[in-house]
């Protein structure tokens, strides 16, 4: 779990994931010679900006993960706006660094004045805050026989389990996408070239979605059947089939509301199909993400194998 805790810590909120994008270009560079097949780095600012995409063998499929979190930008006068739809519960920590140096403070959630009482999010420091700085949850990083917690495993757990599968990874493609918390946008492109160089048109999306009702903690990785979006019935039952021969412990997810990097995927006028596949969390988009163990491990298992059959 190291490389996990390490992922986690880097902040990288939507926009802001040029760090986080170097930190996994060294990573490629260092280990991916000893992966079972070293895979193409395709980092291309001007046509990518801050994605990412590693190109193994002769590929069928594209796993897409997300880089970025949410956090919050500050405004002015101490006031806070969320990016994408974090937790709010006054006395969270929140890190960042403006130009007068680091920062460690504390959330703020007041009533508004307005008719709508919208609640006012503000921060509160030893002094003023530059506008336009980025704050993130503060890491707290814990781990037991059976759970990992932390702030960011949406999606930092998504990236760590592509990183694993890109080990042993002989045909396909991964691509790290930005700005998915925040209404997406890179996926577009991400896909277009990935349809156009290679004529891969089937997607998984390595993320992480919600303990339910019915979806349990520790019963296995989630195969979403539809969120916001729906996917082809035909895709998804291929995927299921997969992993029922395998024997890979897992469940389904029905939701209507949520989303994720297929949304831009769905919306393309290239025919991509596409299934969400990931572990459950509790406690979302706060500090205090949790996840199972057993199911890291299910989520990572199946990757492997539907990389293999698809």
Not at 72 to 85: A, K, M, N, Q, S
Not at 275 to 299: L, Q, R, T, W, Y
């Amino acid at each position: 779990m190291h490389l996990l805790k390490t992922l986690c810590q880097l902040p990288a909120p939507s926009g802001e994931e040029a760090a986080l994008t170097t930190f996994l270009l060294n990573y490629v560079r260092e280990h991916g010679p000893g992966w079972r097949h070293p895979p193409l780095v395709v980092h291309d600012e001007s046509r990518f900006q801050d994605c990412l995409v590693l190109v193994f063998g002769q590929p069928r499929t594209a796993v897409f993960a997300h880089l970025d979190s949410i956090g919050f930008t500050v405004r002015y006068g101490r006031e806070l706006v969320p990016i994408g739809g974090p937790e709010c519960k006054p006395g969270y920590q929140l890190v960042g660094q403006d130009a007068q140096g680091e920062i460690t403070c504390t959330l703020t959630v007041e009533q508004g004045t307005d008719e709508a009482e919208t609640e006012v999010l503000g921060y509160e420091f030893s002094r003023a805050i530059d506008p336009g700085t980025s704050l993130t949850f503060a890491c707290d990083f814990r781990e037991t026989e059976t759970t990992v917690q932390s702030c960011y495993l949406d999606n930092r757990l998504g990236v760590w389990a592509a990183l694993r599968l890109a080990e042993t990874l002989e045909h396909g493609i991964i691509a790290f996408s930005c700005w998915e918390e925040h209404g997406g946008g890179s996926v577009p492109y991400l896909a277009r070239f990935i349809y156009e160089t290679y004529g891969v048109r089937q997607a998984l999306i390595a993320d992480i979605t919600w303990v339910t009702e019915g979806v349990k903690a520790g019963s296995g990785c989630v195969v979403s059947l539809r969120d916001s979006l729906i996917p082809r019935r035909a895709y998804v039952e291929r995927i299921r089939a997969i992993a029922r021969a395998a024997g890979i412990r897992h469940q389904v997810e029905v939701e209507g509301i949520g989303g994720s990097d297929a949304k831009d995927l769905q919306r393309s006028d290239i025919p991509w199909d596409w299934c969400f596949v990931g572990a459950p969390e509790d406690e979302v988009h706060s500090p205090n993400e949790i996840v199972a163990k057993a199911d890291i491990a299910s989520m990572v298992a199946l990757y492997e194998v539907l990389l293999r059959e698809l």
